[in-house]
């Protein structure tokens, strides 16, 4: 595969959604015309899926349920959108991909690491990122933010406790110390300038 493959991680509310839109702007500015997708989502059938997974609706989703429908979300995504991509050439840009489903999935709900890895490896054929960049946040400064942004949750996941999003990022951190070459890690504590600074940084050594 020709095309450069790139994700972006992290707990929800460290600030990965305005990380994506300025790596946006800047891509654009160099002339570089990456695809930009995300997770869960990025396909027709991928879309319900995601709507079905945020949406508040559906509380009684078991662990197994909700490790599957990422996963289905993911496979179509692979499939439909990022393999042919690549095979183009092209620069794929992820907002969240295998990484998210180990760190909520498995350390967040608990679920077997082994089975949450295996079946993203038929979802995905193997394919991994080549450049990860995690945005790192205290499940503390995440609380805080969001009461400040008086913003209330989102979506079913948004309104899981502090205990939930501490497991999460201790999985992010192991994910981090297990594949030093690949997940580039940035404290989301600095200022928005400082973190895009730092993802350019990554981003322009792999280009
Ligand atoms: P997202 O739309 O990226 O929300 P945000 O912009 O707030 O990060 O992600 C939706 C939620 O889905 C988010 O809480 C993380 C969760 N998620 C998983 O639990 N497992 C997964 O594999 C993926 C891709 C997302």
Request: glycine fraction near 8%.
């Amino acid at each position: 595969m020709k095309g450069i493959f790139l994700t972006i991680e992290g707990l929800d509310g460290a600030g990965k959604t305005t990380q994506v839109k300025l790596l946006q702007d800047w891509f654009r500015e160099q002339g570089y015309d990456p695809l930009f997708t995300r997770e869960p989502g990025g396909t027709k059938a991928g879309d319900v899926i995601r709507n079905l997974l945020l949406s508040r609706e559906y509380t009684g989703l078991t662990s197994v349920a909700e490790a599957l429908l990422y996963v289905a979300s993911r496979a179509q995504l692979v499939a439909e959108v990022i393999r042919p991509a690549l095979a183009q050439g092209r620069l794929v840009v992820c907002d969240r991909f295998v990484d998210s489903s180990i760190a909520y999935q498995a350390y967040g709900r608990g679920l077997p690491r082994d089975f949450v890895e295996e079946i993203n490896r038929l979802a995905t054929g193997g394919l991994l990122p080549r450049l990860t960049i995690l945005l790192d946040l205290e499940p503390a400064l995440r609380e805080e933010r969001l009461n400040r942004q008086g913003r209330p949750a989102r979506d079913r996941l948004e309104a899981e406790n502090g205990a939930f999003y501490t497991r999460v990022r201790e999985g992010y951190l192991a994910l981090a110390r297990e594949n030093r070459d690949r997940i580039k890690l940035i404290p989301a504590r600095h200022s928005i300038e400082e973190v895009h600074r730092q993802v350019l940084e990554h981003i322009t050594r792999i280009l």
